[in-house]
């Protein structure tokens, strides 16, 4: 099995290989649009279930709403289109035909009445949905999720971090008041982070974004950001008070308990398979996948060593055990018995697709009573005794959860580097990376021109925020609080 390019060598490159060889995705012939794989979708069914519950739990409930948009709804919001218009795709014919040489076009009889914008999110349709669904304050709140797939025409595309086409899970609620819109979007942004956390093992700053990278026809955008292993932030969540934009642009009112009637305050949210890329560049290595053992597909393989039928059905007799004792304890777990290829080959594959513990067992280890376990976090190796799996396991997968938390957390305190000086923070920026927190002026002047000299954003200014006087790196006017610089994906 080939080796992968190192991370020091060539991150991207690096990156893109562990998609390919761990068979989690690979390139369609539509530029920008990817084909998900088994692996790949196992890693999307996982973070989809476990989320799904969460949002259950909160009392919202799932929905579906149509693919294609009319394009006089998506042009009633004004931020809204001005934020999309670049990246939208648009159906504009219904039908092809052949000519007479049998070329296929489009029949020029068949354009519609009113073009359709492919889903890029689905705010528009929605508020125009709400209409006819609210009149009174009795049919509010409204909380919907939808698990659905978008078209964002990306110029620079990126598997898994940045396609055409991807899979998301966007939420929007409708309230009779701001502060329960406000409740409501940093509900699901402490929901997102808790996710994050707790299964992906991804530390994240908790932030609202500014005017200029705020969603677009929001009021306030609560974002989590992260840092990958070589320094650049993702955006891996948000969530945005709407305010009464939407509500406005689209006439939803409501009667209130005192017979006046108002408009509606609303929310949107969602996460994306994104979140697989940031599985990926957090934790992984030059080996390959590196998973944390409350996403991965299988937590555990099981690996004969054998060099003919009668080995292998004696290992598979004590196997079975091992198998029930798993089962037992809600491991997921595969046994590879396959003759066509060596243990080595074996290992090697599944160090490359990230798996959490391997249980390597051969006929000498049956006379010994034991297997070896060999952990994909450090590729620490011991030998136990294959009665006490059952506690042995699941205490392992636990601490192997936990140690990559740590090193992710440990990593991104690295990262944050507080700089009060523009030549520094620009020396900062190109031999470190990482975040750097630092005081800016509050203008998007400021930010523009940061942007333009460093390619770098403010990523977020933090929730958890203490004020701090002090002068703005660019312009040394007054700040009152530091803000997350990086350069991002």
Not at 264 to 269: A, F, H, I, Q
Not at 404 to 428: G, H, P, Q, S
Request: glycine share 6%; with cysteine; aromatic share 12%.
């Amino acid at each position: 099995m080939a080796q992968l390019t190192s991370r020091i060598e060539d991150y991207s490159k690096w990156y893109n290989e562990i998609i390919i060889k761990a068979n989690l995705a690979e390139t369609s012939n539509v530029r920008g649009c990817m084909i998900i794989k088994p692996y790949g979708f196992a890693i999307w069914e996982k973070i989809q279930n476990i989320l799904n519950k969460k949002i259950k739990n909160t009392g919202h409930e799932n929905i579906y709403f149509p693919l294609f948009i009319p394009k006089s709804l998506f042009s009633k919001e004004a931020c809204h289109i001005d934020g999309f218009s670049q990246e939208c795709a648009v159906v504009t014919h219904y039908r092809l035909k052949k000519t007479h040489n049998n070329n296929i076009i489009i029949d020029p009889k068949s354009k519609l009445d009113e073009e359709l914008i492919v889903r890029p999110t689905s705010e528009t349709i929605i508020w125009h949905t709400y209409r006819r669904w609210i009149k009174s304050y009795r049919d509010l709140p409204i909380l919907i999720n939808q698990w659905a797939n978008i078209i964002r025409w990306e110029m620079h595309t990126r598997l898994f971090l940045r396609t055409s086409e991807c899979l998301w899970q966007e939420g929007h609620t409708a309230h009779i008041n701001k502060e329960e819109a406000i409740f409501e979007a940093k509900q699901m942004l402490n929901i997102y982070t808790n996710f994050m956390e707790n299964y992906m093992a991804i530390p994240v700053i908790q932030g609202v974004k500014t005017a200029l990278e705020r969603f677009a026809g929001a009021e306030e955008t609560y974002c989590i950001e992260a840092i990958m292993q070589n320094g650049k932030a993702l955006q891996i969540g948000t969530s945005h008070f709407l305010g009464q934009n939407f509500s406005k642009a689209f006439n939803v009112k409501f009667t209130n308990n005192k017979g006046y009637q108002e408009y509606v305050w609303g929310t949107s949210w969602g996460i994306s398979t994104r979140l697989i890329g940031a599985l990926i560049m957090s934790h992984s290595d030059d080996k390959g996948l590196v998973l944390p053992p409350k996403l991965a597909p299988m937590q555990t393989v099981i690996i004969p060593i054998f060099k003919n039928e009668e080995q292998l059905k004696r290992i598979t007799k004590i196997v079975g055990t091992i198998k029930k004792t798993l089962k037992d304890n809600n491991i997921s777990f595969k046994y590879d018995d396959r003759n066509i290829y060596t243990p080595g080959w074996k290992f090697n594959e599944y160090e490359l697709k990230g798996v959490p513990i391997r249980i390597n067992i051969g006929i000498k280890d049956l006379e010994k009573g034991t297997v070896e376990i060999v952990r994909r976090d450090n590729l620490n190796k011991q030998f136990v005794n294959y009665n006490y799996l059952g506690n042995i396991i699941p205490d392992l997968l636990t601490k192997i959860q936990k140690n990559l938390f740590k090193k992710a957390l440990e990593r991104r305190n690295n990262f944050i580097t507080k700089v009060d000086d523009y030549n520094e923070f620009k020396k900062i920026l190109n031999e470190k990376g990482g975040f750097i927190l630092a005081h800016w002026d509050g203008t998007s002047e400021t930010e523009k021109k940061i942007k333009l000299d460093t390619k770098t954003t403010i990523r977020c200014i933090p929730l958890k925020k203490s004020k701090e006087k002090g002068k703005c790196i660019y312009s040394g006017k007054l700040s009152n609080q530091r803000v997350f610089f990086a350069k991002a994906y």
